[in-house]
């Protein structure tokens, strides 16, 4: 027998494994006691919208006297391609990674190029940058095996269900190692502590299968050939060619932006967000969202924000919004070169810092920006590099990055002092308006004033912005047709991901990966 039930619970109620398994079997009229019963959550998420009791909504299955199915609707095939046709591809985050394991699937042997060092590697170059202020420009937070998501937090949710199936990428990370949670929680998230080793198994079985994962190897020329994009070429002079190739270099590699446009190849300046990262204490986000007088208690998890607001500068609207919210997390040093200051926010599985933080940016189009249109299509990228450097000047010329208390950012007084934080290499006072430009700052301002309405005691000089917030999507596209995904006027060239502006995270990432090696092969394989 097998019985589907639908309950509204409080958090002790859902969060604690042999109550909730009581309350089911009792729902579906089965005794507790029964030994051939079992449950299964399907759905879960929590609704904390009513100030007198934060409750858990759960779809669940009981089982009595049946084995229940695997939660994997899907199987992954992953044939032997070593003597395969074979593919570029030049990246490898999440786009650069689910593209090869696709490839595999539909017998294309993939070669992915990557820049940085394996996962367990970039390690060390993080705690470089973290502790000595050295930033590696090939293997930092954003470059090197599973790209900027992995040591950025890890949330699955996405909004972007029209490029893919999620729940076929949620299945295959849980086919690879990932907890069975994330094909239940409303929000899934895995980790930052636990996206390392579910990369290097995605690693494995490309390598098993008989494709190619080369690190430390920098793409630096292109083998075009007409108007056809025959190769690559690498910092050693080798050159790798395929049957196209799929350009996944997320949105921070500005010399491969530089590179396509020596090449004369056609990109795109892109409209994207900048801002800040904003720090709280996650006990008084906590007492905001779960109304809560003193803190959440044992079985809700650490709460999270969304906001937005529209806002006006010099006659013209512009949304300010919270970005990658980060509950019980930390905020990283994300530069990817020694003279810039870049910051990120991530989470470990089990969001047990004492800190919330999020991304709080403003919306730039390319009309806020007359004076870098001399920069063709590489305009808002020069303008966030700029921006980047000033945080760093402010900062004293090193990773400690520019900050300030929030209401003496409102009132335009630098703050005396600065709060306890998360931000490793450490916060300097300083004036942020100074930092930012003056319609970020102005936009930020006013936003704040309004988030302070909408949830009350977030506007607070217990909370405390830090600079700069830049990276929060690429400020370049690289076009493609939006049927073929090729790029329209160099074949075999099929721009994907975050970098080529198709995504914004992990799952959206890696189903335009998919999705981009799909087109690939159905244009250009030789079926024998």
Same mark, same amino acid.
């Given at each position: ?38 449950? /299964? ?254 803190? /959440? ?8 924000? &969304? ?10 609207? @512009? ?33 047990? &810092? ?50 300030? @208390? ?70 370049? /596209? ?36 998919? /999705? ?13």
């Amino acid at each position: 027998m097998r019985k589907e039930l639908k309950l509204v619970l409080k958090p002790e109620e859902a969060f604690q494994e042999q109550v909730l398994r009581d309350i089911l079997l009792r729902q579906a009229g089965v005794s507790p006691q029964e030994k051939s019963a079992d449950v /299964r959550v399907l759905k879960r998420s929590i609704d904390a919208r009513s100030r007198r009791q934060v409750k858990v909504n759960i779809q669940a299955e009981v089982f009595v006297k049946e084995t229940p199915p695997s939660r994997l609707t899907n199987t992954f095939d992953y044939p032997n391609v070593s003597n395969a046709q074979q593919m570029i591809i030049v990246g490898a985050g999440p786009a650069g990674l689910f593209a090869a394991l696709r490839a595999i699937e539909l017998g294309v042997k993939p070669v992915v190029i990557e820049r940085g060092k394996d996962v367990r590697a970039r390690r060390r170059d993080l705690a470089a940058i973290n502790k000595e202020h050295k930033v590696n420009p090939e293997s930092n937070y954003c470059f090197g095996e599973g790209g900027a998501g992995t040591y950025s937090d890890g949330k699955l949710y996405t909004r972007s269900k029209k490029r893919g199936d999620i729940r076929r990428i949620l299945e295959i990370m849980v086919a690879h190692g990932a907890t069975e949670e994330i094909l239940v929680d409303a929000h899934p998230h895995i980790g930052t502590n636990k996206l390392p080793k579910l990369v290097e198994e995605w690693r494995e079985t490309i390598r098993n299968a008989g494709g190619q994962v080369l690190f430390d190897t920098k793409v630096t020329d292109l083998v075009i050939e007409g108007n056809e994009l025959k190769g690559v070429v690498t910092q050693d002079g080798e050159k790798i060619t395929g049957m196209g190739v799929v350009l996944a270099t997320g949105h921070s590699a500005r010399d491969i932006f530089h590179l396509l446009h020596e090449h004369k190849v056609l990109i795109e300046a892109k409209p994207f967000a900048l801002g800040v990262r904003i720090e709280h204490s996650q006990n008084l986000i906590d007492q905001i969202q779960y109304h809560c007088e003193i803190d /959440r208690g044992p079985y809700l998890p650490a709460s999270s924000y &969304s906001l937005v607001e529209q806002t006006m500068f010099k006659g013209k609207q @512009r949304g300010v919004f919270s970005f990658c919210m980060c509950p019980g997390g930390f905020i990283v040093p994300a530069a990817t070169a020694q003279e810039e200051l870049v910051v990120n926010g991530m989470s470990p599985s089990r969001r047990d &810092s004492k800190f919330a933080n999020s991304g709080m940016v403003v919306a730039v189009e390319l009309e806020d920006l007359p004076q870098y249109q001399k920069y063709g299509p590489l305009a808002a990228m020069e303008f966030q590099a700029e921006v980047e450097r000033n945080a760093w000047v402010y900062g004293g010329k090193t990773q400690v990055a520019p900050a300030q @208390r929030m209401q003496d950012f409102v009132n335009g007084k630098v703050s005396n002092s600065l709060l306890s934080t998360s931000y490793q290499p450490g916060l300097a006072s300083v004036n942020m308006h100074e930092v930012l430009p003056d319609f970020v700052a102005s936009r930020l301002k006013d936003a704040f004033l309004a988030f302070g309405k909408k949830m009350r005691g977030y506007l607070t000089n217990e909370a405390q912005i830090i600079g700069v917030e830049s990276r929060t999507s690429s400020p370049v /596209r690289v076009p493609r047709d939006k049927d073929t995904f090729e790029h329209p006027q160099l074949k075999r060239l099929y721009p994907c991901g975050e970098g080529a502006g198709y995504a914004g995270g992990i799952v959206s990432a890696a189903m335009d990966g998919e /999705r981009c090696a799909e087109k690939l092969i159905e244009q250009y394989h030789r079926t024998k």
